[in-house]
């Protein structure tokens, strides 16, 4: 008994031992916040590679899995032997993903970019032209208003002449647009960097693919040495539920762009719509942002094609708006399913808290990262009323007054 006592004084002991050290570390986190900014993106810088990696590995997991499945099946009939049969499933599956990787990004690369740069030589090339043809625009506006026009028309001329004089600043752009965008990139991220890191992140991903089995088994043996066997399996169970709503939001947004960037070029090329290679990537990568992206890839080239032609500019609008309901009813829908679970106010609050806190990336992983908070916080709150006995029925409280402390009834 007295040993019993003594060892509870002692958990107690270093309960408040660990809680007064948090306190302390939270409050030097808050004083020094910048330092700790500094070397959290140091940190990150580091590592990279194996951020890379981890994502690329995320991403290709469920091409791996189908293979190695497959050829698992197939080889069980002439090798016998488990372990050289799995060792023979996850070497094809490594080189499947392999290829698939490769296979995608060049044929992209290939595919894009060529048309891509023509693209940006012919806007860069069609400036003059378009900058005439949008002043005599401005003139016939205001025609009966001479004041006015002498005030847009100023304005419009020093930001041509700026956007001249940028086009300008690099010797022979248009002739050497290739190195104009290399030197550009390279002075923003550092390409020397951003290709190590890759192929680094690249053999991560390869080693990841292989080792993510053992890895799970080792996390769970963790998990489970630590934690009741209750709470590991509810802490298990929470983690599946992540993996779920983050996959499938995040392979599926990446389907989903994928398709309506393809739509997109299929029907601007049907119209024939100027520079439709360049407007379709815009509007297939910026359609990964819920909510905000496709207005995010819809203005810049609506923007772009008003200096071309006005009709085709709103031709290209009501084309976005059509595709835009179509992904908004049919499409996605079809593929994303109800991976969130979340309404549509919560959607735009999280892309904007997280948008805000971490910029593109946390518009793009902003709603799957609200899902989750959203749904355990639904499942602790569950959990708390039905100890207490109270109904979890969210309508029951839509009226509520109060409930009554003995017969726990409602009162409206």
């Known amino acids: 008994m007295k040993e019993h006592r003594f060892r509870n004084y002692i958990y107690l002991g270093i309960t408040a031992v660990l809680v007064i050290v948090t306190c302390i ?14 070397s959290l993106r140091f940190l990150g810088q580091v590592l990279s590679p194996v951020t890379y990696g981890a994502v690329l590995a995320y991403l290709l997991s469920p091409v791996y899995n189908r293979t190695f499945r497959w050829t698992d099946r197939h080889l069980n009939s002439y090798i016998r032997n488990d372990r050289r049969r799995k060792t023979l499933a996850k070497a094809f599956a490594t080189l499947i993903s392999l290829l698939f990787l490769v296979i995608a990004v060049t044929g992209l690369l290939r595919l894009i970019l060529p048309r891509v740069i023509e693209s940006i030589k012919g806007i860069i090339n069609s400036i003059p032209s378009n900058a005439a043809k949008i002043a005599l625009w401005i003139e016939t506006l205001f025609a009966d208003y001479p004041d006015i026009e002498m005030t847009v028309m100023n304005v419009y001329n020093q930001g041509v002449e700026r956007l001249m004089a940028w086009t300008q600043t690099t010797s022979d752009l248009i002739p050497n647009i290739e190195k104009v ?26 080693y990841l693919l292989n080792i993510k089995d053992t890895l799970a088994a080792q996390s769970k043996k963790i998990i489970y040495s630590l934690l009741s066997l209750s709470a590991a399996n509810e802490f298990i169970d929470k983690c599946r539920f992540i993996h779920k709503v983050f996959g499938g939001f995040i392979i599926g947004k990446l389907v989903d762009s994928l398709i ?5 070029f299929v029907w601007l090329s049907i119209i024939e719509m100027p520079y439709a290679v360049l407007i379709s990537v815009i509007v297939g990568v910026t359609n990964i942002i819920p909510f905000f992206g496709p207005f995010i890839g819809a203005i810049p080239s609506a923007l772009l094609l008003l200096l071309v032609n006005p009709k085709k500019c709103l031709w290209f609008l009501l084309s976005i708006l059509v595709i835009q309901q179509l992904d908004g009813n049919i499409i996605g829908p079809r593929i994303l399913g109800n991976s969130t679970g979340v309404s549509s106010f919560w959607v735009l609050f999280s892309i904007l808290f997280f948008g805000g806190i971490l910029g593109p990336l946390g518009m793009i992983i902003g709603v799957p990262t609200f899902a989750v908070i959203y749904r355990l916080t639904a499942e602790w709150v569950n959990k708390r009323l039905k100890r207490k006995e109270l109904s979890t029925v969210t309508d029951d409280y839509g009226v509520l007054d109060h409930i009554d402390e003995d017969k726990k009834t409602y009162i409206r």
């Open 260 to 264: 309506i960037g393809v739509l997109t």
């Open 25 to 38: 570390a939270a409050a030097l986190m808050f004083i020094r916040w910048q330092s700790v900014c500094r």
């Open 181 to 206: 965008i290399t030197s550009v990139y390279t002075s923003i991220v550092g390409v020397v960097s951003l290709v190590k890191n890759v192929l680094i992140g690249i053999i991560v991903m390869l």
